[in-house]
């Protein structure tokens, strides 16, 4: 029968202890209002007794965010419980998320206590948080470094004293997942009142072996799994939520598990989650990085244009992404390129075709992002050429805070110099205005970009602008100078050039 498992995200308390993570409530109650749309069956939102920032932002979301669990973590100390309580007690449904370590590392080093007085402070702990709610989850901290028949002690104890969640975290992300699936086999076996209770994991990243490990986990029973949206946490972090959620979905063969979850809501929870933490998401992460779904090798592209399931394993749709992307690059091929050109409304074949593809071919070799703009500029000079009317001969600029920016431009029409003056209200707009006074044709500049086309401080800039006359067609202009005024002048030139040819004002074979 289809298991359902609990998603209990912990982005709001182990994700903020990711270095350099600060949340205000505000950030915090936003996340939390996206993962209860997400559709989480658990948001643990934070360690009340850690700071009275946190503690109200605890109370903010119990306060306000229902339908949905709402937990708060603390220690085996009473003052943490009655804090926690504090902070929860106006939530729909409340949990109690209290944890102590249960390996021999932490209780000598960092604990110093017996065995014994572990397993005292996790019942009375247990019983405490019970007094004030029903929902208590129990958590062995290092759980996966602990002696099992020690851990198997805790745990039974803990469950005697009303526990409903018996969670085992890897805290240090040690396990590796045919060992943590045994681990996890023999305590669903051996703790008796198991069978009773929900058992969790909350597995690290410290080997990338979280999401492995969190799957192993619930092939073999677990029916919890504890992490965070985009992976963010302690050290290298946790369990990446979204990764699970669409592991069990897109391979619900092997699963044979469900979620609550919205998949669709995940992209939004993402960057909402990246852009309040300030953490961002790797290009390359799986699901929703921005390359999770885009193709920029030529088979790739020509697969995915023939059939989107040759090189996609989950539809963009399903997590809240509009559609994959077919990157153009020096690795892509002639059906993805002739296939954007359809997009821009150039329909290319054959000679044509190949020789814009020659070209694209040779600029993607320098330049790392070919754009639109290069590509209808490919297309504009490479297969139907203008006539240089007009060449810029010399540029002088006089331009700063307390001056009117001035241009005097010198262009070139056939060996005459023509030169002519004027202000405007930047540089580029002087520039523009110079020119139009020599070639006599007033237009209005639409657009106006400039790209790096190599690194550093004397990087190539590339200006690509627009322009029209009255409004009319627009004409794309393109020029290449270390000096961007002077990009900006041959870019001008070069449209006016474009506009000139083709309203037939200057005489040659069109
Ligand atoms: C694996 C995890 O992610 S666990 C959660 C980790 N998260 C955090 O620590 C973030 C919030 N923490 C904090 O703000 C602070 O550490 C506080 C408020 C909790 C405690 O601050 P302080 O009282 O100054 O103690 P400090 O953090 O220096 O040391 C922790 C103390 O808690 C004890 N402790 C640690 N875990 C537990 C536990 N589960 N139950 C009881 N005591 C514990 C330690 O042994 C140590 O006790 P000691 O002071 O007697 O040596
Ligand atoms: C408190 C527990 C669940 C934890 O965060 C861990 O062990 O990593």
């Given at each position: 029968m289809t298991r359902r498992i609990y998603i209990f995200d912990t982005t709001l308390r182990d994700g903020e202890q990711s270095p350099g993570v600060s949340l205000n409530t505000g950030e915090k109650l936003q996340i939390a209002r996206q993962l209860a749309r997400l559709g989480v069956?658990?948001?643990?939102?934070?360690?009340?007794?850690?700071?009275p920032g946190d503690f109200e932002a605890v109370r903010a979301i119990a306060r306000e965010v229902r339908g949905v669990t709402v937990a708060g973590l603390a220690r085996t100390s009473f003052h943490d419980i009655d804090r926690a309580w504090e902070a929860l007690r106006e939530a729909e449904q409340p949990r109690i998320h209290t944890f102590i370590a249960t390996s021999d590392i932490h209780l000598q080093?960092?604990?110093?206590?017996s065995r014994e007085q572990v397993i005292e402070a996790a019942a009375a702990a247990v019983r405490r948080a019970k007094g004030y709610v029903s929902d208590v989850e129990f958590s062995a901290e290092d759980a996966s470094r602990s002696e099992p028949d020690f851990l198997c002690r805790v745990l039974e104890t803990a469950i005697a004293a009303g526990a409903t969640v018996i969670n085992i975290p890897d805290t240090v992300g040690y396990a590796v997942p045919g060992e943590f699936a045994r681990f996890i086999g023999e305590i669903r076996q051996r703790?008796?009142?198991?069978?009773?209770v929900v058992l969790s994991v909350h597995c690290h990243d410290d080997l990338g072996l979280a999401v492995a490990n969190s799957l192993a986990a619930v092939a073999a029973g677990a029916g919890q799994v504890e992490g965070a949206i985009n992976g963010?946490?302690?050290?290298?972090?946790?369990?990446?939520l979204e990764e699970v959620v669409m592991a069990l979905y897109t391979r619900r063969d092997q699963f044979d598990c469900t979620t609550?979850?919205?998949?669709?809501?995940i992209y939004r929870t993402s960057r909402l989650v990246s852009n309040l933490t300030g953490m961002p998401v790797q290009p390359?992460?799986?699901?929703?990085?921005?390359?999770?779904?885009a193709h920029e090798a030529g088979i790739h592209q020509d697969g995915v244009l023939k059939e989107r399931t040759t090189y996609e394993i989950m539809n963009p749709k399903m997590v809240g992404i509009s559609q994959s992307s077919l990157v153009l690059g020096k690795h892509s091929g002639r059906h993805a390129f002739r296939d954007r050109l359809a997009e821009l409304g150039y329909d290319l074949s054959g000679d044509e075709l190949n020789k814009a593809f020659g070209r694209f071919k040779n600029l993607a070799d320098k330049k790392k992002d070919i754009t639109d703009a290069d590509l209808e500029a490919i297309v504009e000079d490479e297969l139907r050429p203008v006539p240089v009317t007009y060449g810029l001969d010399y540029l002088h600029i006089s331009s700063g805070t307390t001056v009117v920016p001035t241009a005097t431009v010198g262009l070139k029409k056939g060996d005459e110099l023509l030169e002519e003056a004027a202000c405007g209200n930047g540089p580029v707009d002087a520039i523009c205005r110079a020119v139009d006074k020599v070639t006599g044709v007033p237009c209005t500049l639409v657009s106006w970009g400039i790209n790096?086309?190599?690194?550093?401080?004397?990087a190539i800039g590339e200006v690509t602008l627009k322009i029209t006359e009255n409004g009319g067609k627009p004409y794309i202009g393109r020029g290449i100078s270390t000096d961007i005024l002077e990009a900006s002048a041959k870019a001008y030139v070069n449209a006016v050039n474009k506009l000139l040819w083709e309203t037939g004002r200057v005489k040659g074979e069109n």
């Open positions: 069956d658990v948001i643990e939102a934070g360690f009340p007794v850690a700071s080093h960092k604990l110093r206590m703790v008796a009142g198991m069978e009773k963010i946490g302690e050290r290298a972090g946790n369990v990446s609550g979850v919205h998949t669709e809501e390359n992460k799986a699901v929703v990085g921005k390359n999770a779904f790096a086309v190599t690194a550093g401080k004397d």
